[in-house]
């Protein structure tokens, strides 16, 4: 791993989900179904003895740049938008990638998140797409 680039570590925790540092829990934020479901009661249930074994694969993945093909594959669902739902176009596709995917997705944001504001590395007139700043505080931004 490049030096200053993120990193990702397994905090001891004496409770049922596992925290790594600077990162929320690996709990299921969703409703999964069928075989997803399965893997988020899995993960839910055995988080204590997985978690070392997931810090490893997810931080071999940031490392590699490379995660398993399994994990880019989604399931796209039609939801209704708007009437009549006899027209294909009243609906949009919704991806429902694997939880495994998700979770490494939302470490790999957090962990870059933090980077970014440790090194101060956004412009501070970047609003968008940053936690806690919107257009409300780029409109106050711009009649100062």
């Given at each position: 791993m490049s030096?200053?680039?993120?990193?990702?570590?397994?905090?001891?925790?004496?409770?049922?989900?596992?925290?790594?540092?600077?990162?929320?829990d690996l709990s299921i934020q969703v409703k999964p179904h069928g075989l997803m479901a399965v893997a988020a009661r899995v993960l839910r249930t055995?988080?204590?003895?997985?978690?070392?074994?997931?810090?490893?694969?997810?931080?071999?993945?940031?490392?590699?740049?490379?995660?398993?093909?399994?994990?880019?594959?989604?399931?796209?669902?039609?939801?209704?938008?708007k009437s009549p739902k006899s027209n294909p176009r009243n609906?949009?596709?919704?991806?429902?990638?694997?939880?495994?995917?998700?979770?490494m997705e939302s470490i790999m944001n957090r962990s870059l998140s933090n980077y970014q504001k440790k090194n101060d590395i956004l412009s501070h007139r970047q609003f968008g797409f940053r936690t806690g700043l919107g257009t409300s505080d780029l409109l106050i931004a711009l009649q100062h």
């Open positions: 030096a200053g680039a993120p990193q990702i570590r397994l905090q001891q925790s004496t409770s049922a989900k596992p925290r790594y540092a600077g990162h929320s055995c988080a204590d003895s997985l978690a070392l074994p997931l810090s490893k694969l997810f931080t071999l993945g940031f490392c590699s740049s490379h995660q398993p093909a399994m994990w880019k594959v989604a399931n796209v669902v039609p939801v209704h938008k609906f949009r596709p919704i991806s429902r990638p694997t939880i495994m995917s998700k979770r």
